[in-house]
């Protein structure tokens, strides 16, 4: 169906009353952090000259909330115990998270220039031995989920209290293992479990509805004893209202639909499944830069 997504909505029900959880300085503060790390994501991924934007970029917001907001964790102890397992189903995505781990302090921003580069921590699919705390190693789709449900479960037979967040592509759940492992976390009501779901109709081949019909999506995971929250995977408020709302419920895995926009902040990226991987033609990565520093400064300038 070309270039642009078929439009949808932003949370399933919009009569849901949105109660803010921060202050407008903590939310300022959260948005220049996103978008600092799709600053990284573009320079990162034009020095390899090849990688994925689309993905990375529309998920910022999350991974800004998640390392500088929700997670239990801590960068000068990676392995710590009792940290919030987070796993990367979806690897190609990586340069989001590699951008969120160097900002948060596991490894030196600078690192992120040898992404895809040979010997390089830093691999175009995240390998677990190679950063403390990356929990998985991640290539073929689908795998991730399965890998959180093991750990949510052993965390319950063990009684601890971290818990397991997991991202996962809506283009992946075109695999059979999505839906083996969403039986099992239901039929073992892991309410210790978070999956978040980057529902951005995208993937290599064009839009998710015309690869392989995904909807109604939302009903399959019921279907299979999930909670459903649904959210605006680009709006920091929701995102953190849709986290706060997944921590108060019991008896049942959560799902988080997240409903974002690929490519988000680079005008001519934006809902363009192209840019799910292509190398940047010459100024284009210049062009993404001068839109994201320009957004950049319109944050800085609302927070004074």
């Known amino acids: ?7 949808r909505p932003l949370t399933p029900d919009p009569n849901i009353l949105r109660m803010p959880h921060l202050h407008d300085d903590e939310v300022k503060r959260l948005e220049l952090i996103a978008n600092k790390l799709r600053q990284h994501v573009i320079t990162s991924v034009a020095q390899a000259k090849s990688g994925h934007q689309g993905g990375p970029l529309g998920m910022a917001d ?20 009792e ?6 189903s979806n690897g190609h995505i990586c340069p989001i998270r ?49 890998q959180a449900v093991g750990m949510a479960y ?23 293992i999505m839906w083996e492992a969403i039986h099992f976390a239901g039929k073992n ?8 779901v980057d529902r951005n109709y995208i993937q290599i081949d064009g ?29 920091i408020q929701d995102v953190v209202r849709a986290l706060e709302e997944a921590k108060t419920l019991a008896t049942k895995p959560i ?5 974002t926009t690929p490519g988000k902040g680079v005008s001519y990226m934006e809902n363009n499944y192209l840019w799910h991987s292509q190398p940047f033609k010459a100024g284009e990565a210049e062009k993404a830069l001068e839109e994201l520093k320009a957004e950049e400064a319109r944050i800085t300038a609302e927070t004074h």
């Open 1 to 7: 169906m070309g270039a642009q997504s078929r439009s």
């Open 62 to 81: 999350i991974f800004s909330v998640l390392y500088f907001h929700e997670l239990r964790h801590d960068p000068k102890n990676p392995m710590w115990e």
């Open 83 to 88: 940290r919030d397992r987070l796993i990367l």
């Open 98 to 146: 590699y951008a969120a781990m160097a900002e948060a302090g596991y490894f030196p921003v600078e690192e992120l220039m040898t992404l895809r580069k040979l010997g390089s921590r830093l691999q175009g699919h995240p390998e677990r031995a190679k950063l403390p705390a990356l929990e998985s190693t991640s290539g073929p789709l689908g795998e991730g989920l399965a």
């Open 154 to 176: 052993a965390s319950k037979m063990d009684g601890k209290k971290w818990r397991t967040y997991c991202i996962t592509g809506d283009g992946e759940h075109d695999e059979g």
């Open 189 to 196: 009501k892991l309410d210790n479990l978070i999956n978040i």
């Open 207 to 235: 839009n998710t509805e015309d690869v392989m019909p995904l909807d109604p999506f939302e009903e399959k995971y019921k279907a299979f004893g999930w909670h459903v929250i649904g959210c605006s995977g680009n709006d």
């Open 255 to 259: 799902v988080i639909v997240a409903h």
